[in-house]
């Protein structure tokens, strides 16, 4: 098989060369040494054990080279690139992945256990579904739920959290942060992408955008009723507790992604997008959404229209 060029060097330290695995897992990393290897070892240490894992490294330097290889796993592809950007980390894990079943969480992510093997019997039990969300709970400390994607405790505050006991089955358009999660729990068949492509590499960090990958693909796939799972027994920690001044400017970010995710559907005539967009204004009107004035919510949210207009014209790589 040819093998792409990321541009940069392999690795030289344990590639798996055996037969094709049940599943692959992705961790996509860029200058975080210690939560890459942290968030790798995490899924070594599952209990189901039929698996890759495959790391794609953005980072600058080869401190995360090092901190991967210190794992020693035959399981793990370490796979360098001079890219940048979320979304393009994601795409190359996605064309490596030996399994047909490929599986995302984040580096600053500690799985649990039994991550893997809840994954998979959400799959066996439902052949339709292409995708399988799970349950996402702050690092650490419970702290408060302020908002249903967000906790906060000691001044401190974790957003991209999805905590939700109940399982839901999705397959028409719905708000995917709210619905299913994001990100850094959620996993798919390969039919998802041969279906709907690939994730939009103007989106996601890394992009001037800031984010938003996972959500527009997680929107794309229901708006065109793919059957989508949330289930609360794939559990992985979040570690990503930053302070009130970071997390602003968090939310100012989002604000843009959400006006340019929906934006783009909104003009394929998506009645749902257009609600949601014009429920987010009247919150950021009323200064409900964290920001801390309505002025700065509308603004960055008025700022993420002209992207939209961008992403409704831009495909994804197939």
């Known amino acids: 098989m040819n093998t792409p ?61 090092k901190a991967i290889a210190a794992l020693a796993d035959e399981r793990v592809r370490y796979i360098p690139t001079d890219t940048v950007g979320v979304a393009i980390s994601r795409n190359i894990a996605i064309r490596e992945a030996s399994a047909d079943i490929v599986v995302f969480t984040d580096d600053d992510c500690i799985c649990d256990r039994g991550w893997l093997d809840a994954i998979l019997v959400e799959f066996e039990a439902d052949p339709q579904a292409l995708g399988v969300y799970g349950r996402v709970v702050p690092y650490g400390t419970k702290g408060s739920a302020t908002w249903d994607c967000v906790s ?44 709907v492509g690939l994730f939009n590499e103007m989106l996601g960090p890394g992009s001037p955008i800031g984010t938003g990958e996972d959500t527009e693909f997680s929107y794309r796939l229901l708006f065109n009723h793919c059957r989508l799972v949330y289930s609360p027994q794939p559990v992985v920690e979040h570690d990503n507790w930053m302070d009130r001044a970071n997390f602003v400017h968090h939310m100012k970010v989002a604000m843009r992604v959400q006006a340019a995710v929906f934006t783009a559907y909104a003009l394929r005539l998506d009645t749902l997008s257009m609600t949601h967009l014009l429920r987010t204004a009247w919150y950021l009107a009323g200064n409900r959404m964290g920001i801390g004035s309505s002025a700065t919510g509308l603004f960055y949210f008025a700022t993420g229209v002209p992207w939209g207009l961008k992403l409704r014209f831009t495909p994804p790589p197939a």
Do not use: W
Request: hydrophobic share 35%; net charge positive; glycine share 6%.
């Open 152 to 195: 906060e405790a000691d001044g401190m505050i974790c957003p991209a959290l999805n905590q939700s006991p109940t399982r839901r089955i999705v397959d028409r358009p719905a708000i995917p942060h709210l619905v299913l999660g994001g990100g850094n729990n959620m996993s798919f068949r390969k039919e998802a992408f041969r279906r």
């Open 5 to 65: 060029d990321y541009g940069r060097e392999r690795a030289s330290f344990p590639i798996m060369e055996y037969g094709k695995p049940s599943v692959s897992v992705a961790i996509c990393t860029r200058n975080r040494a210690q939560k890459a290897q942290r968030a790798a070892a995490s899924v070594i240490a599952n209990s189901f054990t039929d698996f890759e894992l495959i790391v794609v490294d953005q980072s600058t330097d080869d401190a995360t080279r």
